[in-house]
């Protein structure tokens, strides 16, 4: 059992900058990838970053590519996901994610999941 707890979402304006963190418990860290997904209103759940189990790989949607940064500390079973230059369609419900398979490529998928955090809101105003 994995137990995953989010925090940093927040209002901020478009240009502005989020820090997103999600703290692990539960089994050896670096034996899963850890992601990101987001959900905004009336649309599915979509991936947006993640990171392998040893932190050297690491994959990005194209609409975050650039913009965001995803990263691990294996030693503070921590991954965090640094949101630059936000936009009004950033807005979303962002949950954090491990998936045990994925541990080597980062590969993760929505149907891959092992584990979702509860969800943290991030509103970007224009």
């Known amino acids: 059992q994995v137990q995953l707890v989010e925090s940093g979402g927040g209002l901020v304006q478009a240009g502005g900058s989020l820090r997103l963190s999600c703290a692990a418990s539960g089994r050896t860290f670096s034996s899963y990838a850890m992601g990101w997904f987001r959900q905004a209103p009336g649309k599915e759940r979509e991936f947006v970053s993640s990171i392998s189990g040893s932190g050297g790989r690491t994959k990005y949607a194209n609409f975050v590519r650039g913009r965001f940064i995803i990263s691990r500390d294996n030693a503070k079973n921590t991954v965090t996901l640094q949101m630059n230059s936000l936009k009004p369609e950033d807005t979303a419900v962002y949950y954090c994610?491990?998936?045990?398979?994925?541990?080597?490529?980062?590969?993760?998928?929505?149907?891959?999941?092992?584990?979702w955090g509860q969800g943290t809101q991030v509103t970007v105003s224009s």
């Open positions: 994610a491990a998936d045990f398979n994925t541990y080597i490529t980062a590969a993760m998928t929505l149907a891959g999941v092992d584990y």
